[in-house]
């Protein structure tokens, strides 16, 4: 009798415990270098904005744009003046890999959301935002979106020679925030979005880290707590007490 070799049900079963067992060790590791691979794009991502910023300041007397109060679609931001610098570059360099959703488009996690802007007939979508204190302004003009003293505060004009880590553009789940002082809250919870200051860029995006493009344009990974020892504005000061950190960020790792 022709006696033919075969798998016992024994042998099959240990075969696909196996394959099992090294998918479960080999996943999360895949998931890893996947997350890291984003993670490059999204630092090339700003490292070509810091580019873009530098030659539209160039171009203007290497002053950054002119804030102003507008109810126009992107109006009083960075958006519509940047247009013909970033709009060759298309979407991709706009948004960052970890983020390239709305919420309506169905993304529910706000740290991985990006957020748009309708201008003329295109909807622009962008995973990130400006600090906004990097404007110019007009003589007489002394807040920007409602933070006060900008007159005294905002940087201006662009200069490459800044020693300290002066934040430029950075991921954003909007177009920009403004962080006070030193002793700013940071979000309550990291699910929450929030409309002003840390709130913006204080979310878990890359193990709870962001990219931040340096108005050296220098782009630096920076973890979530050592945010607040950029100098944001002219004022800002190191000597003011760190805030009280909400139960999400306590076991995070600081600077």
Known sequence: MDKRKAFTLIELLVVIAIIALLLAILLPSLRSAKNQARAVMCKSNLNQWGKLFYLYAHDNDSKFM????????????????????YEAGGEKARLCP???KTEEE?????????WDCEIGEKIHKNSY???????DLRPGVTTVWGLTQADRRSWRRI????????PMF???WRWGGGPT???DEAPPDEEVRHNTGFGRYCMNRHAYTIHVCMMDGSVDRVKL???????????????DPLPQWPEWMVNLPGS
């Open 225 to 239: 707590k050592a945010l607040w020892d950029l100098k944001w504005h002219r004022t800002y000061t190191m000597v």
């Open 129 to 135: 935002g400006i600090n906004n204190w990097c404007y």
């Open 98 to 100: 970890m983020a390239t």
């Open 66 to 85: 002119v804030w102003n109060e507008s109810s126009a679609a992107g109006g009083g931001t960075w958006i519509v003046p940047m247009l013909p610098y």
């Open 181 to 183: 002082t030193r002793s």
């Open 170 to 172: 950075l991921e954003c």
């Open 106 to 114: 169905g993304e529910t996690v706000p740290a991985r959301m990006a």
């Open 159 to 166: 200069d490459a020679k800044q020693t300290a880590r002066i």
